[in-house]
């Protein structure tokens, strides 16, 4: 099994920067491919960023240029680096796990953070 535990969530203003880590347990994090989804009240969950084990990543068209994706394989956590935060990003944000082979070969989910952008 793999443990996800996500933070850094809150409420912060149009414009504002916030960084969300997700820590991951287990020795072979490096093999894990980690993304970072969020759902909205009444809207599907839908996947904002992720990144391969080889460290390639990949936006929502939504958030290029302003959300940044990255991960510490020596702390087991990967990050969500966001800016000029809107509105319309207000949800409950994921952190993903998947680990592609092995006895603990699967899809893990954090437990959720929230993350208002509000004046």
């Known amino acids: 099994q793999v443990q996800l535990v996500e933070s850094g969530g809150g409420l912060v203003p149009p414009g504002g920067s916030l960084r969300l880590p997700c820590a991951a347990s287990?020795?072979?994090?490096?093999?894990?491919?980690m993304g970072w989804y969020r759902q909205a009240p009444g809207k599907q969950r839908e996947l904002v960023a992720g990144i391969t084990s080889g460290g390639s990543t990949n936006y929502v068209e939504s958030v290029k240029g302003r959300f940044t994706i990255s991960r510490d394989n020596a702390k087991n956590t990967v990050y969500l680096q966001m800016t000029s935060l809107k509105p319309e990003d207000t949800a409950v944000y994921y952190c993903?796990?998947?680990?592609?082979?092995?006895?603990?070969?699967?899809?893990?989910w954090g437990q959720g953070t929230q993350v208002t952008v509000a004046s």
């Open positions: 993903n796990a998947f680990v592609p082979a092995g006895s603990i070969k699967g899809d893990y």
């Open positions: 287990g020795s072979i994090f490096i093999f894990y491919a």
